[in-house]
Structures are given as structure tokens and as C-alpha cells.
């Protein structure tokens, strides 16, 4: 690689051992990458510095436990602990392991709480944004059109690049450390124009409205895809926000979609040439009812037993939207006994959540509205989960893997009726 | 060459990581997701249909066409060679910035852009090893 002037001082030293700590790491990326040059990137999201007991056991064995010990062991890959300066430009520490108020619900110990306020105080004390949550774009960190970033969280890399026309790869959480620290990240793949036009065409011949036909659409992209960039096109709505957020997700977990064009609809296809650059595409495929059906069932491949036992919404965590559709649907109702409902999103949607009542009728219902965390990334689940019924394609991928359990996909409608009755009943209209 | 001596494939490519690890190949079609999609803590694939379900990497030299899947793909990794469950050595053919990442914080020689395709010149069983640093493979077929 080649490193400005400023680059190669950091890797010498000359602006502390964390930072050179931090440099090589990244050199040592941007080489595996086969990366020229970093790019300078302000607007970083990671998950620096946490770590769950099993890490911090071993860190404890190894040299130490301390926030710094990890920080400095795993983020930057360092064989020793190096002091941990404050970061510089727009950092956040995306989703977390609980809720910092229903842990217990989530059947989290003491020690874990305890253990995580501890790492949060050293995140904020670090100049590390608090955001705690996959969806950083409802929460106080926007980017803008062209700004180049450096981001975990597939979905929110997707969306980042798709809808937003901001610039990132799917970083991991070392380099976002290591970012964080140096405002640096490889010059590769979606910081660079040509790396940013459409693969492949494909073409939508069956109506795609709803949200959870987005997710299946997405749900379908991203296998025949894997890492490459759809330009759709066909008979599609006009998605907002939620339906943006369901596709991207789905995409970027049954294969490697890190950025999407729909014509007439996303920043960088105003047109099916321009989505295309000079290229042509490599292929056209259709997604047609037959194509649609086949994704429903592989998504419904988990459930076997109706009876359903846990609803979960939220992934990628709700919007206020989404939240007040869920207070409708659930308002003067009551969960089936024995059946849980929760809910997560961040916890600045959910103070908007808070205000409107939104968490109180879902709660007067049965229900929880939870932040931080999600039944996948927090490993948590109501006791006794056997079935679970979810709207969220990338949660179908995910928790049955995770947990060892059955899960049925459907609508919001579909979940929420499943939470009232005890039974699955969905089915694809 | 000697009669009896098994015969050796050779593949060259470039580096990822240096260092040089040999072991048992452990080949697959599929793609692998890191976090979500192994069990970093027995180093097994877990993702529902993956060919690789219940499979252990440990040790193993893993010969599969890439990452996907969450951005916790090196964390995962990482976690697996700190549990020490991590494969030997990779070797596969798309590049991308997760397994770049992971590929550098497992620490474990890995190579890309072979003279020829390490999915068909590889079978699981065969001993393979591989020189980050010269971006060589030697393979030795299994008997």
C-alpha cells in the first residue's frame, strides 16, 4: 500500500501506540485486500470494546480483562495493551447484548448487566456515540450522499450504500476500531465509482407491495445474487423507509449484498444505463409467482409444530412506524397466555415510542417494545421458546440457526395474530 | 519422480496472509457466514442448509469460495481462534472485506486468485499445504 505522509507517521508511532496498534491492523487489511491507498473516513460504526464473558475470562487469563485489554487484544488485534485514547469524528457503537432496563426478562445475570454498564460508561467516556442499534440511520446517525463511512451491521451497510448513496464496505468490528481511532479505511470496493454499478438485472414479474414481500424479494436477491449488485427493476411500489430496511436485510443475509439499485428509485439509478455503468449485465434473472412461492416455503422451512410460542418484531430494529402499527394491532387485545411478544428497536425510537403510549399499549397487551439488542445478538429468548413467528426474512436466517428452534415468517399481521391466538396462521396472499 | 512418492498438485495465487500451515482440506461449495453461521466455540457451520451443517473446521485447511452473510464474520473467526477452533489455513476465490478481516485477525496463512479453481483441484481429505507468503498451494491427493 501506499501510505501519505501522515499514514506512515501513525504506523511509526508518532501518534501513540494505540494509533500504530490501529495502522497495522489496517495495512495488514488493506494488503489481504489487495487495497492501493486508505480513504479518509469521519462517520464510523462499530462495536468497539465490548466482549462477553467468555472473552473476558480468557482476556483475564491472557494479561487482563479491563475494557482496554480488550480493546487493545481483539478490536486491534494487538499481542498488548496499549492506552486507549479518544476517538476522533462521528463514531457509534451500533446493537448491544440487552435491553439496559429488562435484562432480567431477557434472562441476563447480574453480572452481565453490571459488566455492560461498565463497557458503555467506557464507550462514552471515549467519545464513542451510545446508539445501540443496527439501525443507526433512525437513531442520530444519517450519512450524507457521497460521504464516504465505515460501518458493520450488513443491513445498515446496505442501506447505507443502496438508499443513502453514502460510501462503505462491510466493515468488521476491528477495522471499525481501528478506524475509529485513525480516521482511516482500505480505498476499496464501495469507495471506489466503478465498484458502485449493477451486476446483474432483476426483473420483478409479480407485484411486490408490501413489506413483507420486499423482505422475500430481498430474501431471494441476495441467494442467486451473493456478493454481487442487483439493479431491480419491474412491477414495484414506491418502498419507503421499512420496506427499504426489510429488502437490505434479507439480501445481505442469504447472500452478500452490500448495495442494491432500483430504477427510478435509488440515488445512483436514475436510469437502468446509469444503474449499469458502461457494463452491460451479466445476466437477467426473473422473479416471477413461482419464484416468490419457492421463498416462502424456504423461509417457512424452520416450522413444523402451529402452536408458536414467541413473536418476534423488530429486526432491523422498528421504527416509530412500525412500533405505532404494532400499538393498532395490539390496542385492547391480550397476548394468549403463556405466549410472549417483544418488540426491539433503538432507544431513541423508543422514546418517541414512549411518548406517543406506543410501549404502554403493546405492554397493557402482553407485550414488551425492547432496545439495544435482539433475540439473535443477545442470545435471549422468553424461557421455554420452542416456535417462533417472525416478520423479518433476515431473523428467519438467523434465530433457528442460533437457537435451535422452529420459526414460521409471515406479516406483522400474521405475527401479532399468532401472539393473540397461540397459533400460526399465516399464509402467502 | 519416484513410483511410490504420492503425486503433488501445485497452485499458485497471491497472498492474503503469510506464514505457512499444512493440514487436512476441508472443501466446500458453499459460502460461509461468520457470525450467525458458525459456532465459534466448537468450531462448527451451523447455518440451516449449508452443506457443512454439524461440521467441525478445527485445524483443517478450509477451501470454500467466500464469506457472507453479517459483518461479524471476523469477530467470529476471531473468537475461533482465540477458543482454538480455527481452521489452519484458507485458501478460496472471491475476495471480500469480511474474510480479508478475518482472514488477517485469525492469523492464519490464506490465499486467493489461484492458476486454477482450488474447488475442483481440492477435495475434503486431501493434504494441503499452504505458503501465504508466495501464494503457493501444494497439494497432495489423498489416497
Redesign the interface.
Known sequence: MRLTDQEKAMLDGAEGPARQKAMD?LV??G????AERFVDVSNIAG?PGSSTL??QD?YKEHGGGSFEDVFSR?DL?SDETVPFPKVGGNCCHLQGGMDPELWVEQGMSPDAFAHQQQDEAELARHGIQVLKTCTPYLAGNMPAYGEHCA????SA?VFCNSVVGART???????TSAAMLTGKI?D??FHLDEHRHGTHLIQVDVPVESVMDWGMLGYFIGDVM??NIPVVAGKLGQPDLIRHKHFGAAA??S??VEMYHVVGVTPEAPSLETAFGSKKPVATIHYGPTERRRVYESLN??GRDLDVDYVMLGCPHASIEQIGEAARLLAGKKIKDGRSLWMFTSRAVKSVADLHGYTKTIRDAGGLVMTDTCS?IGRTLPEGTKVVALDSAKQV??L???MGIQAWFGSTEDCIQAALTGRWSGELR | MSPIAPAKIILRGRKVVGGCAEGEALVTRDTISGWGGIDPMTGTVIETHHELRGVCFKDKVLVFPGAKGSSGWSAAFHLARIAGFAPKAMIFKVMTTKIALGAVVMRAPSVTDLDQDPLTAIETGDWVKVDGDRGIVEITKKA
Open positions: 491492523l495488514r487489511y494488503e489481504a485486500l489487495g462495536v467468555f472473552l480468557y481483539f488485534d460501518w458493520m451491521e450488513s451497510v464496505n462491510t466493515e468488521g468490528r476491528e477495522s482500505p476499496w470496493g451473493q456478493e445481505a443475509s447472500g452478500g422451512s424452520n439473535a436466517h438467523y433457528p440457526a442460533i
